[in-house]
């Protein structure tokens, strides 16, 4: 039987590879759409999690994996010789930068050389891993053909850019739609036939360059614009104008403009990396990305002006940095989740504390940090322990749950990152 047709009959046999923010809400999908899933991680803390019917993301409920486990189409394993029995497997492992900026494709070249020792004729490989233009068909096609079997022939290839959005209650994996590039038409038509059963809208390109370039575009587009929010904050500052107020007012304007917010920088796994995966490749083409390099210095200078924020509320009071006590609220990159990867209050912290500042925290989602290499250890305390001997809050992360009608009346100066504290006048609030 065709991998088509055991598609259509929801026979095939679906292996994930990365069972994180990705992969997991990814495996839990095509189990709903009736196929017998196997995740594959080298976690074996998640592999657990999964088989217990446990999550650890927060946009995937336990329940629903529960039910897929207990109803036998959903299990994960760490031993990869499974893929021998899997039709259909999509890479979803991380792509990070090496400290000089460049590409780390190590993960993915990892899970690509166990696929290879398993590929079988009529087997389905999906990249999902975000990536710089080329990496499917120069990386993992040379890697798949030597096996002696030939894309589009014996085995399908494809790429399919992840556009997961932690805490989006109205987006889901489901019901955002899914852009596929196949090496060959054959590939992309077996593919978009593979996601049309569990995604509402599957959009087909022509390649797999053209797939993983959609998505540098949408990251890029992203960051620039941030970017240009960022700059146009620390302008703002100079010239004593609200930039909040500033893009609340654009943003009435019904066509041609799209607000997008000043704050301490970017995080997350994708934002503040994707971009360099494109300017890296670009630069082997002789091209230089000025926009992406421009917004890149921007947003990382981000965290230095909140540092300089705080000095110049503590100096309001003629106080140093030194010796302050100063008290972050929020240390996940975004609101209501708890993923720290490449947060801004990271380098706030670290920043504050060179400077001799006393840092405490609260976070209802990151318990613990771990920072300066070891050095420094911080616990996060609860909303209401945070004393009366802080000096300066500084709001960096803007969780739902913190209390932001009480924070100007607690503490003697507060530093707002994120205009969290939006329709509180109060003379001690220090605003972006
Ligand atoms: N998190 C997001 O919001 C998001 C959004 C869009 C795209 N992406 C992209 O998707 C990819 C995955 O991101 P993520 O956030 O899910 O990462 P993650 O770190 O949450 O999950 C990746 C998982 O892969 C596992 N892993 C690593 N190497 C492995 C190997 N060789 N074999 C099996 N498992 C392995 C890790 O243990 C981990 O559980 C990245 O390329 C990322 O840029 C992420």
Request: proline share 6%; charged share 20%; net charge negative.
């Amino acid at each position: 039987m065709s991998l088509k047709e055991k598609i259509e009959q929801r026979t095939a046999r679906i292996g994930v590879i990365g069972l994180g923010y990705v992969g997991l809400p990814l495996a839990v999908e095509f189990s709903r759409a009736g196929f017998d899933v196997t995740g594959f991680d080298v976690d074996a803390a998640k592999v657990d999690a999964l088989n217990a019917g446990r999550s650890y993301i927060g946009d995937v409920k336990a329940e629903d994996i529960a039910a897929q486990v207990m109803a036998g189409k959903l299990r994960a394993t760490t031993d990869m010789s499974t893929l021998k029995q899997i039709d259909a497997v999509d890479i979803c492992v991380p792509t990070p930068l090496r400290k000089t900026k460049d590409p780390d494709m190590s993960f993915v070249v990892a899970a690509a050389e166990q696929i290879a020792k398993y590929l079988h004729p009529g087997m389905l490989v999906v990249l999902e891993s975000t990536t710089y233009p080329g990496t499917t068909a120069e990386v993992l096609q040379p890697m798949f053909e030597a096996t002696g079997l030939k894309v589009g022939h014996d085995f399908y290839l494809a790429f399919s850019p992840e556009r997961v959005d932690p805490a989006n209650e109205k987006f889901t994996t489901r019901n955002t739609p899914k852009v596929i590039g196949g090496t060959t038409p054959a590939c992309s038509e077996v593919a978009t036939a593979l996601y049309a059963t569990a995604i509402d809208t599957v959009v087909p390109v022509t390649s797999t360059q053209v797939a993983e370039m959609v998505k540098l575009l949408e990251n890029t587009f992203r960051a620039v614009n941030i970017g240009l929010v960022n700059e146009l904050a620390l302008m703002c500052h100079r010239m004593n104008i609200n930039v909040w107020e500033v893009i609340e007012a654009a943003g009435t304007k019904p066509f041609g403009f799209m607000p997008f917010y000043p704050g301490p920088g970017l995080g997350g796994h994708c934002i503040p990396i994707d971009p360099f995966y494109l300017s890296w490749k670009a630069r082997q083409s002789g091209f230089e990305c000025r926009f992406i390099e421009l917004a890149g210095q921007i947003n990382g200078s981000m965290p230095l002006f909140v540092v300089e924020r705080i000095s110049e509320a503590l100096n309001t009071r003629k106080q140093a940095i030194n010796g302050s006590r100063v008290h972050v609220f929020g240390v996940a990159y975004k609101k209501d989740v708890s993923d720290m990867r490449e947060s801004p209050a990271l380098d706030i912290i670290e920043l504050l504390h060179r400077r001799g500042a006393l840092v405490s925290y609260t976070d209802p989602y990151v318990p613990t940090l771990e920072l300066e290499h070891g050095q420094l250890n911080l616990t996060s305390i609860a909303e209401c322990e945070a004393g009366p001997d802080i000096d300066c809050a500084v709001i960096c992360t803007n969780h739902t749950a913190f209390n932001y009608k009480a924070i100007p009346g607690r503490f003697p100066l507060v530093v707002d990152s994120r205009n969290a504290l939006k329709n509180i006048d109060a003379e001690n609030v220090f605003r972006l």
